[in-house]
T-cell receptor, first 115, second 114 residues
């Protein structure tokens, strides 16, 4: 079946630094990538949607200059949290949709802790 | 706009008992509906999906869900709970079409007592 590999699974960074999270679709073409943020005991909050080769579309209230999304190829999308602060600490999950069946495949998530 | 409501943020059942997790949706077009399971510190795993074919959908691990248009519901059931079913469950609707963004419910935490 379709697999999305998300790395790293856990990262701890210092306040003010940037962190990059990668999601790769291993056996299908991810024409669309969704990035979510999840707080403890809460549901997934969609941050942005990106289509391969296009600029990402951000949800209302999400700072596009802080959460940089790149989707330059059909198998790779990245989320960079710039100048991270403790309030950015969260669980980030990607989800890919694309050919051949346009289902949704989720990555395993990244636990970001900013100290 | 589509939306999803999951009734009950926490459900507790005994091992071997029926599992029923409720989901109601709002959609102006025929929806695509999904149930996902999430274990701690992991991503989401698809249990089953409804895409306008059979109204009774069978998924993995013995779960199934029935699409009821008249009730705008898509409740998830399993005849006999296992300890390994303890997890967070999310109902979701696809906005507009397949491949559009997913709108998630608030989630239901399922506990299974021995």
């Amino acid at each position: 079946g379709a697999v999305v590999s998300q790395h790293p699974s856990r990262v701890i960074c210092k306040s003010g630094t940037s962190v990059k999270i990668e999601c790769r679709s291993l056996d299908f073409q991810a024409t669309t990538m969704f990035w979510y943020r999840q707080f403890p005991k809460q549901s997934l909050m969609l941050m942005a949607t990106s289509n391969e080769g296009s600029k990402a579309t951000y949800e209302q209230g999400v700072e596009k200059d802080k959460f940089l999304i790149n989707h330059a190829s059909l198998t790779l999308s990245t989320l960079t949290v710039t100048s991270a602060h403790p309030e950015d600490s969260s669980f980030y999950i990607c989800s890919a949709s694309g050919q051949p069946n346009y289902g949704y495949t989720f990555g395993s998530g990244t636990r970001l802790t900013v100290v | 706009a589509q939306s999803v409501t999951q009734l009950g943020s926490h459900v507790s059942v005994s091992e071997g008992a029926l599992v029923l997790l409720r989901c109601n949706y709002s959609s102006s077009v025929p929806p695509y509906l999904f149930w996902y399971v999430q274990y701690p510190n992991q991503g989401l795993q698809l249990l089953l999906k409804y895409t306008s074919a059979a109204t009774l959908v069978k998924g993995i691990n013995g779960f199934e869900a029935e699409f009821k248009k008249s009730e705008t519901s898509f409740h998830l059931t399993k005849p006999s709970a296992h300890m390994s079913d303890a997890a967070e469950y999310f109902c979701a609707v696809s906005e507009g079409n397949q491949g559009g963004k997913l709108i998630f419910g608030q989630g239901t935490e399922l506990s299974v007592k021995p």
